[in-house]
């Protein structure tokens, strides 16, 4: 690092005392300009004056400290040595080469936008700039919404990455963009956050209601309801919106906005509506039709979601239920209240006990001639003698469901004929 000092260490593996040495230390800028640093024995040494202030070399280890890098000490440097050992003839030589980058700390990096103002998709192009004061050999990244981004095929990036280029800009392109700077001796330093404003749409537009009955695109209210739309689209800016009513081969505005109020006396049994959505800015527009159907939901309102889902299956099992409960009470009263059963009984019985008096206290049995009914009354049971009456009372009772048998059409004329006869 720029200011940082820097030491070229050299071991020997054999002791100094037991030899003599001369050698020198050399500096090769990138440029290919060579420098001799030092030269040097083991007892004296002799540093180029220019850097006489800036080198300390070591005896007798020949090791080199440089006090205080900047960027021109950056370069290769190299160890020539001369070593003629004591007990030995000749001279041996050795070299050794080390590369020395100098970097300097990266500063806050600077992001610009090209356009500044907001963008139209599809026809506008985005080129974005990070740039830092100080920095060598700066690595840059590029963030949206703090997700990495890639070279693609609207995304393209420059040779040493520092600007980014969007060819066209798209509704996915918005959001907040950084830029992060680093080097071998700088973390990643991130730009302040730049927003793209990105003008699009209208998308996926649909019209709700909380309100009525829907099936598919048909919706079901029932008379006299008020009921309220609301027509939706990604857009941006927001759109604006008209509601046109279709009837009769006719085509009117009926209001402007997101917002529909219908009143359904005010509708024949079905009419037809649209929700027109229109972006301003991008010139685009898309559109939603809908059927708008006036009829009695009752009950059956209750059992539908609006999306027109089928019964539920606890509504069909509690129907399904109540039915066969019903069926089983009807059966059992025809038996007992069967008015065919009740004249086999009777012609059944001996003669001398059908003169007895009637329980009933009647004392003519003419009485008990006529025509019986089975009366079933929906959700209420109370006793099964309860569901017999006489068809005198069939016209008091007009919701109840009624199984009439013609027991006798005519009534002897006196009571000695009895029913022997």
Known sequence: MEGKPLLLSVETHFSLDEAEIQGTWSHTRPSGTRTTLVTFTKETAITDMMYRNRLLFREPNVSLLIQKLNTDDEGEYHLNLHIEFHNRTGLVNRERTVRVTVDVPVST???????????????????????????????????????????????????????????PVRKEDKGTYRCLASNPVSQGRNSRAVELNVYYG???LEVNSVQGLRTGEVFTINPGELVFFECQADSNPPNSYVWISKNRNTSQIVTEGPRLEVRSYRLAQAEEYLCRAFNNVTQKQDEAQFTLVVASLGTEKEKHTQKGSPVSPLAAMAV???????????????????????????????????KRPHRSGHEDATEDFGIYEFVSIPGKMESAQASCRSLARLESIQDMHTTIYDVIRHVPETPSHSLLT
């Not at 998709?121 to 700066?138: F, H, I, L, P, Q």
């Not at 693609?152 to 060819?167: E, G, K, P």
Request: glycine fraction near 2%; hydrophobic fraction near 35%.
């Open 320 to 354: 399904c239920s109540s039915f066969v409960i019903g069926c089983m009470l009807l059966f059992f009263l025809r038996r007992t209240c069967h008015p065919k059963r009740v004249l086999m009984n009777i012609y059944n019985r001996p003669f001398a006990e059908q």
């Open 109 to 167: 990096p600077v992001l610009e936008k090209s356009p500044s103002n907001p963008v139209v998709e599809d026809k506008a192009n985005v080129t974005w700039t990070c740039s830092v004061e100080r920095g060598t050999r700066v690595v840059f990244q590029w963030l949206r919404d703090n997700v990495a981004l890639t070279p693609s095929d609207r995304y393209h990036f420059s040779q040493d990455n520092s600007t980014l280029f969007i060819s």
């Open 202 to 204: 209208p998308y996926n």
